[in-house]
């Protein structure tokens, strides 16, 4: 391989180190791993090569090159490999494999088709990142992100889906009666039909200070993060949604202290999260809170968030910022083939159908998806339903494709 991997230093909590170590594993890849809660040169050795930021897993490789929260693909580029598909033509083709691509790939195997999921990142999708998941139908006692990702992707295994993570797609458009899809290797698949479910991702404030510290007081996912912050005087978290309330939750466990911070009058979590929140003295929620920026020390890390309340300026301290403030759709590669809502979202029909004929979509890409799993996973049912009756009619007007 061009450039064999060596280390790779994390820790055994880090969700991206798992998905790194486990794409390595996959790959037969050889390598060390340096836990760096552990082994404090370790540590040391990954602040200086971020700057002085704490940002793992840090992967590196004999020729000295090392790479930094790496995405599968980018691994296998500097491996040298060539990630591609066993055939060039499936009857399906699923983009993304969270929750909802993951499902619609059981659901189309088990009809006997044959079935094709690709992923840029991890197969799982955030869900496989998310400490726990509580709310979830029929794991009373919960069950960590982890575990059920590996669970969905046991079972599309067990129904002969073939599974590529690590493999980007650049292209889609529409090849006769099939639809085509293009990797950034330039090679291309074929299929009767096409289900994105290529998820979403974290938005940011786009304030000042904002880039230069994240992953150096400002982080994104306190699953991935939260534990480097134990012992910590306050922590902020910016956001007033379910999901900014349930890290805030999680992030209690680490600090004496959590800071709220939400833009408008009321926090929009869940009334039995508002609950959870007033009843611990660990909390405090500022609401109409417009956040102007970032502030660091002189080592470079987080030191502040600038904000302002009732047109006062003021400074809130503390050792992390975690933003939730929604999120924003994988559909960068889709711009100017399928159409896109203002925000970016996919612009499905009610059959889950896009501007593009046999190409469907399902999960947080779509817009109105209300990004949760158990959605996701019925969407991902619902969508495969959906093809298959597309591909009954394809049939008809096409019968010798």
């Given at each position: 391989m061009a450039g064999q991997v060596v280390r790779v230093l994390g820790a055994n909590w880090c969700p991206d180190c798992k998905r790194a170590k486990q794409f390595l594993a996959e790959l037969r890849v050889p390598y060390e791993f340096i836990d760096i809660e552990q082994n404090l040169e370790a540590r040391e050795e990954v602040l200086a090569k971020n700057n002085g930021k704490l940002i793992i897993p840090v992967v590196e490789f004999t020729d000295g090159?090392?790479?930094?929260?790496?995405?599968?693909?980018?691994?296998?580029?500097?491996?040298?490999l060539e990630i591609?598909?066993?055939?060039?033509?499936y009857d399906v083709i699923i983009v993304g494999g969270g929750p909802a691509g993951l499902t619609s790939s059981i659901y189309s195997a088990r009809?006997?088709?044959?079935?094709?999921?690709?992923d840029r990142g991890a197969l799982g999708g955030q869900a496989g990142s998310t400490e726990r998941v509580d709310n979830y139908p029929g794991f009373p006692d919960g069950i960590t992100g982890a575990e059920l990702a590996e669970k969905y992707i046991a079972h599309a295994r067990r129904y002969g889906v073939e599974l590529i993570s690590g493999l980007s797609i650049e292209k889609i458009r529409r090849s006769g009666h099939h639809v085509e899809i293009e990797s950034d290797q330039g090679r291309t698949y074929q299929a009767h039909?096409?289900?994105?479910?290529?998820?979403?991702?974290y938005r940011r404030l786009e304030v000042k200070g904002e880039d230069d510290l994240i992953g150096a007081g400002i982080h994104f996912c306190a699953t991935c993060d939260g534990p480097f912050y134990k012992g910590a005087k306050n922590l902020i978290v910016v956001g007033g949604g379910n999901s900014a309330v349930e890290e805030g939750l999680f992030l209690s466990q680490?600090?004496?202290?959590?800071?709220?911070?939400?833009?408008?009058?009321?926090?929009?979590?869940?009334?039995?999260?508002?609950?959870?929140?007033?009843?611990d003295s660990k909390f405090t929620v500022l609401t109409d809170v417009a956040v102007k920026g970032f502030v660091a020390n002189e080592g470079g890390r987080f030191a502040a968030v600038e904000v302002e309340i009732g047109g006062e300026a003021?400074?809130?301290?503390?050792e992390g910022t975690?933003?939730?403030?929604?999120?924003?759709?994988?559909?960068?590669?889709?711009?100017?083939?399928?159409?896109?809502?203002?925000?970016?979202?996919?612009d499905s029909s009610p059959t889950l159908e896009t501007s593009m004929e046999g190409v469907f979509s399902a999960g947080d890409v779509r817009n109105g998806?209300?990004?949760?799993?158990?959605?996701?996973?019925?969407?991902?049912?619902?969508?495969?339903?959906?093809?298959?009756?597309?591909?009954?009619?394809?049939?008809?007007?096409?019968?010798?494709?």
């Open positions: 090159q090392i790479l930094v929260e790496p995405a599968n693909s980018e691994i296998a580029a500097l491996l040298g591609s598909a066993t055939k060039s033509f009809e006997g088709l044959e079935v094709l999921v690709v039909a096409v289900v994105l479910a290529t998820g979403s991702r680490f600090a004496d202290h959590i800071t709220i911070l939400q833009n408008g009058p009321t926090l929009t979590a869940s009334k039995l999260l508002q609950d959870r929140v007033s009843a003021q400074s809130i301290e503390g975690f933003i939730f403030i929604g999120l924003t759709p994988n559909t960068a590669f889709l711009e100017g083939q399928i159409a896109l809502t203002d925000r970016g979202f996919i998806s209300t990004k949760q799993i158990a959605s996701a996973v019925g969407e991902g049912a619902a969508v495969a339903i959906m093809v298959r009756g597309y591909l009954e009619r394809l049939k008809e007007v096409a019968p010798h494709h």
